[in-house]
């Protein structure tokens, strides 16, 4: 199959001189759609380096990076911006919910973004709850909500613009056992029922064992 | 500054009980505060971890109700808020910023964008005025089209307090703003705060455990086992400050915790009203053997 995020040689070097740190060396990667890499590795291996140079919130020293068919390492920032809000969705360790937004408007946050209209966004938005078990808590604030209450926004709101890739950044990290399961278990059946490439660092052996590759980021560099 | 009692309070909250029940124990996280805070004043909260604040900034931020007391914002009793008015409340009178900036900025949007979001959602006109405006006011607009990413911890914070001004809230809460930047970065957050409350007018209350804090704000109130115990009020130019000991409605006050522990004062002190003063002894009851 072909893959939807594709990765060649990409380097990320921070600082200069002897002190310089490689956030990631020479790293290829294909991602396919449907398909859910894991990528594990100690803190300060690069993980969120990775997630950050393949979402286009930073672009690598060298390398190419292609997500569905568009070369975004050389793309101007105005190209990017169609790029993020289509084709990728975010999913943050700590959330990244806007306290001063309900659960029901956080995830209607990138329908705003897309220009979507009315209709369509409260329907999508509720179709999203549902889908994630919040029906009930749509107008409740973050700050009213369980850490999985949370993360579950979370992933409705990366999913909301339907995109083809789903970038995760150790999204049980701050949930305990059985939250932590529950919402690794929604990342992975979303991934598969809608066709999307995930990329998924985490920590977490649970999250290992029900994905289709798992990569290991030491140092800055991958091994499959 | 001194508060005449002609200004309106904006937050005005007093003898606020909350108490918490849980497996056969009860905690009084709060016992009895007071706290008035004038229109266009702004004041820091400060107290150590346990103290109540934190119990505090969940009624201020309307997601906890107290056990007793008064408690109203911006016109809105906290005491008996629907859900509705809730709402209404986070939205259009009360501004936030939090210690995490991944909480309070989206980090795939530029600044501009993460001010203009909260006035998508409240139907505002001239969002990208207004942003341009609050973004200018914080001295950020050279950054407006940077991601949170490209910018350094306390412009991250400066672009959250835009995000929270928004939409022309009558009070700013910010919850240990400066707790995750160095010293340099927390005193230019700091400052941006006052900036915004000399310029808009919006009151602002800023609760954290940084003591520092004092240095850049009109009244430091601290707080302590539950109620606010001492203040420091500072000259509008900040060279002098007084320091001030709050007596509630019926009468009680709590003497700093050196003054206790310098004078060796335990239980009972010895009151004696005088012309204009009370005076504050130690003493032990029954002619007991009396340290000097």
New interface residues.
């Given amino acids: 199959m072909t893959s939807i995020v594709s990765a060649r040689g990409v380097t990320r070097v921070f600082g200069i001189g002897p002190s310089a740190v490689a956030g990631c060396r020479d790293i290829d990667l294909d991602v396919a759609p449907g398909e859910l890499l894991v990528v594990r590795g100690p803190s300060g291996a690069g993980k969120t380096t990775l997630l ?1 140079l393949l ?1 286009t ?2 672009r690598p020293d060298l390398g190419t990076i292609v997500i569905d068919g568009t070369e975004t390492t050389g793309a101007p920032e105005s190209d990017l911006v169609g790029i ?1 809000r289509r084709l ?1 969705g ?1 999913v ?1 360790q ?1 959330t ?7 659960a029901a ?1 956080n995830v ?2 990138p329908l ?2 897309i220009g979507m209209a009315r209709e369509e966004r409260t329907a999508r938005v509720a179709g999203l709850l549902d889908r994630v078990g919040l029906t009930e808590h749509a ?1 409740q ?1 973050p ?2 909500l369980s850490g999985g209450q949370q993360q579950r926004v979370g992933i409705a709101r990366a999913l909301a613009a339907e995109p083809r890739v789903l970038l995760a950044d150790e999204p049980t990290g701050q949930l305990d056992g059985g939250t932590a399961a529950a919402v690794m278990d929604l990342v992975v059946e979303l991934i598969h029922e809608r066709g999307m490439a995930g990329i998924v660092t985490t920590h977490d052996p649970a999250f290992m064992e029900r994905a289709d590759r798992v990569a290991q980021l030491h140092d800055g560099r991958l091994t499959e | 500054m001194t508060t005449t009692t002609a200004q309106r309070n904006v937050i005005d909250c007093a003898d606020l009980v909350r108490i918490y029940r849980g497996d056969g124990v009860e905690v009084q996280a709060l016992q009895g505060l007071t706290l008035r805070v004038a229109e266009g004043d702004i004041v820091a909260m400060v107290g150590a971890s346990g103290s109540g604040k934190s119990t505090l900034l969940g009624i201020l ?1 309307g ?1 906890d109700r107290p056990s007793a007391g008064r408690a109203t914002v911006a016109g809105f009793d906290l005491t008996a808020l629907s ?1 509705g008015r809730r ?1 209404e409340y ?2 259009n009178a009360v ?2 910023v ?1 210690q ?1 900036t ?3 900025l ?4 530029t600044a501009r ?1 993460n001010v203009e ?2 006035m ?2 409240a139907g505002r006109a001239e969002r990208e005025k207004r942003a341009g405006e609050l973004l200018r006011l914080l001295e950020v607009d050279a950054h407006a089209d940077r ?1 949170p ?1 490209q910018l350094s911890g306390g412009e991250q914070q400066r672009v959250a307090i835009a ?2 001004l928004a939409n022309g809230p009558q009070v700013l809460l910010a919850d240990e703003p400066t707790g995750e930047l160095d010293e340099a970065m927390s005193a230019e957050v700091l400052e941006a705060i006052r900036a915004v409350n000399e310029q808009l007018g919006v009151t602002a209350l800023i609760v954290t455990h940084d003591p520092a804090v004092s240095e850049h704000v009109h009244r430091t109130v601290q707080i302590r086992d539950g109620r606010t115990s001492t203040e420091v009020h500072r000259d509008t130019d900040r060279t002098g400050a007084e320091t001030f000991t709050v007596i509630d409605s019926v009468g009680r006050l709590q003497l700093p915790t050196d003054y206790v522990h310098r004078l060796g004062i335990r239980e009972l002190v010895r009151l004696t009203l005088e012309d204009d003063h009370v005076r504050v002894q130690p003493g032990e009851a029954r002619g007991s053997e009396k340290k000097k």
């Fill in positions: 950050t979402g919130l930073d993020r990728l975010f943050f700590r990244g919910l806007l306290p001063g937004l309900t408007e209607e946050v705003r973004l107008r604030h700050d009213e | 931020s997601l859900s709402l986070r939205r501004g936030f939090w995490q991944e909480r309070n989206l980090p795939y949007l964008e979001l909260p998508l959602f991601r990413g995000v929270a």
